[in-house]
């Protein structure tokens, strides 16, 4: 079983900076592709950012040039620096991966952190 857990949500004042963290723990072989999702209220849930075993990183374009994704491999951490935020970044911010299983790959989800944006 594989576990995820997320922390770094809250509430920050619009222009403000927060870094979520995701830590992998549990039994697998290998960690593949890191993201991180969001949902709004009354939303589907929607990709932030991504990054690939080899550090490629891809971005909504919502959050270019604001946020930064990031893995430490050797930690089992994915983390997500979220600078100049904005109201419309509020949501429930959860991270996902991928994983090598014996035979198969399978996708896991965090249980969320909130991350509140005032104006």
């Known amino acids: 079983q594989v576990q995820l857990v997320e922390s770094g949500g809250g509430l920050v004042q619009a222009g403000g900076s927060l870094r979520l963290s995701c830590v992998v723990s549990?039994?697998?072989?290998?960690?593949?592709?890191m993201a991180w999702y969001r949902q709004a209220p009354g939303k589907e849930r929607e990709l932030v950012a991504g990054i690939s075993f080899g550090g490629i990183t891809n971005y909504a374009d919502s959050v270019k040039d604001r946020f930064t994704i990031l893995r430490d491999n050797a930690k089992k951490t994915v983390y997500l620096q979220m600078n100049s935020l904005k109201p419309e970044d509020t949501a429930v911010y959860y991270c996902n991966i991928d994983v090598n299983q014996p035979l198969r790959t399978m996708n896991y989800w965090g249980q969320g952190t909130q991350v509140t944006v005032s104006s």
């Open positions: 549990g039994t697998y072989f290998s960690i593949r592709d």
